[in-house]
């Protein structure tokens, strides 16, 4: 009953399914874009809807399109704001045009990373991304939604720990602030600043991206196993298990070692780890439950049968032994099924037939070239 429940809508989604995640993509690519530009305040609020409608259609239709749209969109604000940021900003992305649109999921949830952020879902973008694109893929970008949210959070001002900036409110109208009269130095040293004030500062920095990296690159290395997709949705609960747990010993291991490089905000958080500990149930729930979906959709569709095709399987075919009438005049008579199994045992049983040796190879005659074959080719060797 469920699986003819959910067969027109998995139908529709196996008929149109590169359109459909395309969609979705596209759709997600608009929401970021239309944050951004909503909290950027240079666009008015009726053409920041416009913006964001037309990435979401042209998108999906083209997403080479649509990723150029987003970034001439977000280019105009910040040369508002910054020369020399609007320059590096359309530097990364012409640098990495290609690899962006080729894998446009993995680029919307690294820029998404920071919004996630807000509501402790940013730990679901490494173990996403290990379940969709693998292990050494996965790692990639794994690492880069790191460093991503990260550079965010040092361009609005905030403590780019992540223990700190998760269930923090990313406001980028800050960045007017720090970035408006700097210069080219000026603004490398505002990005570069929070990486790197410290040797401990940069080391714990570099520890957390790795610890990403390696927490999407394991998940991914996992997914790709057999046992993994014929035991969902318990398998993909491991899966994931095992990659929130990777994440939760990287924030709340490194700073007992590098305790120099964390704030006193961090070592709260450290010290009652309420908001990790959410961060990795819902790491859980909400991976296998969006992974063990995407599993099932990949299926086949369920074969369509109705009950008025149960009811006629149900009822006597003419192969099957049929109903003895109580007619006075069918009493003597004899079905036709029985009559073929009379007749059919009255023939003979045929014998097995006996095995037949296959001859050995020095026992088969030697091959000899015909004489009279005049298109025959002879070599003769020394």
């Known amino acids: 009953m469920l699986a003819q429940t959910f067969r027109g809508p998995h139908n529709l989604y196996r008929r149109y399914q590169a359109s459909l995640e ?14 951004t530009l909503s909290n950027l305040a240079v666009y008015p609020s009726n053409w920041v809807w416009l913006i964001g409608t037309a990435i979401a259609i042209v998108g999906a239709r083209s997403p080479m399109i649509g990723l150029s749209l987003s970034v001439v969109a977000i280019t105009y604000p910040l040369f508002a704001i910054n020369f020399y940021l609007a320059v590096i900003f ?16 993995a680029t919307v949830l690294i820029l998404a990373t920071p ?10 973008v490494p173990i996403f ?14 690492g880069l939604a790191c460093l991503w949210g ?9 403590n780019i720990d992540w223990l700190v900036m998760a269930g923090q409110p990313v406001d980028i109208r800050l960045m007017n602030e720090r970035f408006a009269d700097s210069n080219s130095l000026e603004t490398l040293l505002l990005l570069v600043e929070p990486f790197a004030s410290d040797p401990d500062i940069m080391l714990y920095n570099l520890l957390q991206i790795i610890g990403w990296a390696v927490a999407a690159g394991v998940v991914g290395t996992l997914a790709q196993h057999k046992w993994v997709k014929y035991r969902t949705p318990w398998s993909i609960l ?32 450290v010290e009652n780890p309420i908001e990790p500990f959410f961060s990795l149930l819902l790491v859980i729930i909400i991976g296998t439950v969006v992974y063990s979906v995407r599993e ?4 086949p569709v369920a074969p369509k049968r109705s009950n008025w095709i149960r009811q006629r399987q149900s009822k006597p075919t003419p192969t099957q032994p049929a109903t003895v009438s109580r007619s006075p005049f069918n009493l003597f008579k004899r079905s036709k099924r029985s009559n073929k199994q009379d007749a059919t045992a009255s023939q003979p049983i045929e014998k097995p037939r006996e095995p037949v040796q296959v001859p050995d190879y020095n026992q088969l005659p030697e091959w000899k070239p015909p004489k009279d074959e005049s298109g025959l080719i002879m070599l003769e060797m020394d």
């Open 22 to 35: 395309g969609a979705i993509t596209a759709f997600g690519l608009a929401v970021v874009v239309t944050l």
């Open 90 to 105: 359309i530097a990364i992305s012409l640098l990495g045009h290609r690899y962006f649109v080729h894998y446009l999921g």
């Open 238 to 269: 491991i899966v994931t298990t095992v990659g929130g747990l990777i994440l939760m010993v990287t924030h709340l291991a490194l700073p007992y070692w590098l305790s120099n490089a964390v704030s006193n905000e961090a070592m709260q958080v």
């Open 115 to 124: 919004l996630l952020a807000e509501f402790h879902l940013h730990w679901l």
């Open 129 to 142: 991304v290990g379940l969709w694109w693998g292990g050494v893929t996965g790692a990639w970008v794994g």
């Open 150 to 158: 990260k550079i965010i959070g040092g361009i609005v001002g905030f």
């Open 296 to 299: 099932r959709l990949d299926l």
